[in-house]
């Protein structure tokens, strides 16, 4: 390894750091009370190597909003050899709900809403960076599968937040308001009804 990888190995494990520690304050603290210094702190790194990673607290968080999207698989687009379309959908809303409590994103979704009213540009950088980003996504497979025939033409960014809507509704909604909420030991008989009313409205007859 060269000394120029090496220094970029060590920038990305102390960015990773950064990382970790901003969120686990973000979701201790919220968005106000959660201090630079502090995240610093226990990322085991200087307040000015945290600065020069992340310039704001702003940028900080948006960041780790960034992280959530990357962490996605665009799972829409993949169908593995042999699964019919249901069962892709089915897959995509799996890992949907892997992102939102396995990953932390009720969690940061519950800052976001705490802090709307006296940072409403977090809210609005939130559902631009991440919420639209994501519907976008899904709509964009859904053009594809329509391109191969599997779903009806029809307004894709439309159904992406139909079907969005219904996994929230059954999902997301109870988790933002109990934090004890868990994803439900039934949950695989609840997606596989969303996506059959997903099919039943926009399903394409296939060979």
């Not at 990322?43 to 996605?72: M, P």
């Not at 439900?184 to 060979?207: C, M, N, T």
């Amino acid at each position: 390894m060269t000394l120029e990888n090496y220094r970029q190995s060590v920038s990305a494990a102390k960015h990773a750091d950064i990382l970790r520690s901003a969120l686990a304050h973000f979701l201790k603290s919220g968005y106000h009370r959660a201090a630079m210094a502090d995240v610093a702190r226990d990322a085991d790194v200087s307040t000015a190597t945290l600065y020069k990673h992340f310039g704001s607290k702003e940028e900080l968080f948006a960041a780790i909003v960034e992280e959530a999207q990357r962490v996605v698989e665009d799972e829409f687009a993949k169908r593995p050899p042999g699964a019919t379309l249901a069962e892709m959908l089915h897959t995509a809303a799996r890992a949907y709900l892997s992102l939102q409590f396995d990953h932390g994103l009720n969690a940061l979704m519950r800052v976001v809403i705490a802090e709307s009213g006296t940072y409403p540009h977090l809210g609005k950088r939130m559902l631009k960076d991440f919420v639209d980003r994501r519907r976008g996504n899904a709509a964009a497979a859904f053009d594809r599968m329509i391109e191969g025939g599997w779903l009806r033409p029809h307004d894709t960014w439309l159904s992406s937040g139909f079907m969005g809507g219904m996994m929230k509704e059954v999902f997301v909604w109870p988790a933002l308001f109990d934090p004890d909420y868990k994803v439900p030991d039934d949950a695989d008989q609840k997606i596989d009804e969303i996506v059959a009313v997903f099919l039943a409205r926009y399903g394409a007859k296939h060979p």
